[in-house]
């Protein structure tokens, strides 16, 4: 199964905190960077943070320090812990490889910052 799966978006009040999570086949992550990604309406979509088969991480300037990416290997697993959120990180968050490939899009998650 090639494809993609996000889960654990929804509503949350600014300064709170949500994990967003990616599960897929073990092609998609094997050996490769993964990334996730996220869409405001009427904007392209932007790359959020990235982690390496090593673990290795980086983050959009914007992010830093709130938001951090893992990967689980062995359960071809990645997440994304989003603390301190702010109106602005409202967007469909997506993940994908490093760079990103076409037919692994799923249909993401909607992440919405309150005031």
């Known amino acids: 199964q090639r494809q993609l799966v996000e889960s654990g978006g929804g509503s949350v009040q600014a300064g709170g905190s949500l994990t967003v999570a990616c599960v897929g086949s073990g092609s998609i992550f094997r050996g490769n960077t993964m990334a996730w990604y996220r869409r405001v309406p009427g904007k392209e979509r932007e790359v959020v943070a990235r982690i390496g088969r090593d673990g290795r991480t980086s983050y959009e300037d914007s992010v830093k320090g709130r938001f951090t990416i893992s990967r689980d290997n062995a359960k071809n697993m990645m997440s994304l812990q989003m603390n301190s959120l702010q109106p602005e990180d409202t967007a469909v968050y997506y993940c994908?490889?490093?760079?990103?490939?076409?037919?692994?899009w799923g249909q993401g998650t909607l992440v919405t910052v309150t005031v």
């Open positions: 994908n490889q490093w760079p990103p490939a076409r037919p692994f």
